[in-house]
């Protein structure tokens, strides 16, 4: 009724070390925090889009080297986008909670130079928010 299993069992097959590749906790936590600040990039790229600012302008660019740095030289992707439809308010939602996520990461890996930059962001899209708020 049934055809029997002609393969070794995944399960049975010993794993060597050598086998399984490995990262140390820093290198996964660099990765982390290129992530967030990419992703925080992307956002400010939005944000600029829908109007662009000298403190957006120097934040994209501070953003796009500290994820350079992470990524060892490798720049990031940017699409410049036309403005996506995305009001200011929620862009700036995304943008904090995502400063917040690589403050996180920043401090957990003591990068003093990326978790200065996130808090700022966070500080600034604060603001931006309670300016919005009235």
Same mark, same amino acid.
């Given at each position: %009724?049934?055809?029997? @299993?002609?393969?070794?069992?995944?399960?049975?097959?010993?794993?060597?070390?050598?086998?399984?590749?490995?990262?140390?906790?820093?290198?996964?936590?660099? @990765?982390?925090? =290129? !992530?967030?600040?990419?992703?925080?990039?992307?956002?400010?790229?939005?944000?600029?889009?829908?109007?662009?600012? =000298?403190?957006?302008?120097?934040?994209?660019?501070?953003?796009?080297? /500290?994820? *350079? $740095?992470?990524?060892? !030289?490798?720049?990031? %992707?940017?699409?410049?986008?036309? !403005?996506? !439809?995305?009001?200011?308010?929620?862009?700036?939602? $995304?943008?904090?909670?995502?400063?917040?996520?690589?403050?996180?990461?920043?401090?957990? $890996? =003591?990068? *003093?130079?990326?978790?200065?930059?996130?808090? /700022?962001?966070?500080?600034?899209?604060?603001? +931006?928010?309670?300016?919005? +708020?009235?």
């Amino acid at each position: %009724m049934y055809e029997p @299993i002609r393969t070794k069992s995944v399960h049975s097959t010993p794993v060597r070390a050598s086998d399984v590749p490995h990262r140390t906790r820093e290198e996964e936590l660099d @990765i982390q925090l =290129a !992530g967030h600040l990419s992703a925080l990039l992307a956002v400010t790229d939005e944000l600029r889009a829908c109007g662009s600012s =000298a403190d957006l302008d120097s934040a994209a660019d501070k953003l796009a080297r /500290q994820v *350079t $740095r992470l990524r060892a !030289g490798r720049a990031p %992707m940017r699409v410049h986008a036309d !403005g996506t !439809g995305h009001s200011p308010t929620s862009l700036h939602r $995304r943008a904090h909670a995502l400063a917040g996520r690589a403050l996180l990461v920043a401090a957990s $890996r =003591a990068d *003093t130079a990326s978790a200065i930059l996130a808090a /700022q962001r966070m500080d600034a899209h604060t603001a +931006a928010l309670s300016g919005a +708020a009235h």
